[in-house]
């Protein structure tokens, strides 16, 4: 069984940037990949961004540029910083980890971008 546990959510000005923390209950390098969703109201869950074990990198294309991910593995944690935001990145985003062929899920924490 795997714990993930997201935060650093919260309000932020259009143009400001915020930074995601996901902290694992187990060794990161067995948690391949990992990564972070989003879902905003009345729309699907998609992904944002994912990192391997090896450290190979995707992003969706709405935030390419904008975001990036990284992992600490000292810390058995996986980051998510968020630049330049706009509105239209609000929603809850979600921590993802593959344990074992198991899918994982943090509880989510809520992004919220609004002047």
Known sequence: QVQLVESGGGLVQP???????????????SIN???????????????VAG????????????VKGRF????????????????SLK???TAVYYCFGNYYYAD???QGTQVTVSS
């Open 15 to 29: 143009g400001g940037s915020l930074r995601l923390s996901c902290a694992a209950s187990v060794s990161i390098f």
């Open 104 to 106: 994982y899920w943090g």
């Open 51 to 62: 990192i391997t074990r090896a450290g190979s990198t995707n992003y969706a294309d709405s």
């Open 33 to 47: 990949p990992m990564g972070w969703y989003r879902q905003a109201p009345g729309k699907e869950r998609e992904l």
């Open 68 to 83: 990036t991910i990284s992992r600490d593995n000292a810390k058995n944690t996986v980051y998510l910083q968020m630049n």
């Open 87 to 89: 509105p239209e990145d």
